[in-house]
């Protein structure tokens, strides 16, 4: 079983920025994407981005392309989202996901693994 742990959540003003982590407990060859969704109060869980864990893929949502930047760091098994420009839509619980199939990451329900999520507070 994979666990995901996020970390860098936090408060900030509208404006600035704030990079996300994701680490898995292990690296398995199973996982071939590593991502995020996103949940804020009384909306549905929301795609924001994912990447490839073995070729040099990513993708962003329309909603925070051009502000958000999706890397990986395959040697810790780690996933950051650095998202700058932040705006008072941005507040939300980010979730990290892993899924088996680079293209299912798009649906919520295709997740395979899920972290417990950082909330993300931007103020305006």
């Known amino acids: 079983q994979v666990q995901l742990v996020e970390s860098g959540g936090g408060l900030v003003q509208a404006g600035g920025s704030l990079r996300l982590s994701c680490t898995a407990s292990q690296r398995t060859s199973s996982i071939n994407a590593m991502g995020w969704f996103r949940q804020a109060p009384g909306k549905e869980r929301e795609y924001v981005a994912h990447?490839?864990?073995?070729?040099?893929?990513?993708t962003v949502s329309n909603s925070v392309k051009g502000r958000f930047t999706i890397s990986r760091d395959n040697a810790n098994n780690t996933v950051h989202l650095q998202m700058n420009d932040l705006k008072f839509e941005d507040t939300a619980i980010y979730f990290c996901?892993?899924?088996?199939?680079?293209?299912?990451?798009?649906?919520?329900?295709?997740?395979?693994?899920w972290g417990q999520g950082t909330q993300v507070t931007v103020s305006s």
């Open positions: 996901a892993a899924t088996t199939s680079y293209w299912a990451m798009l649906n919520s329900q295709n997740v395979d693994y």
């Open positions: 990447i490839s864990a073995t070729v040099g893929r990513s």
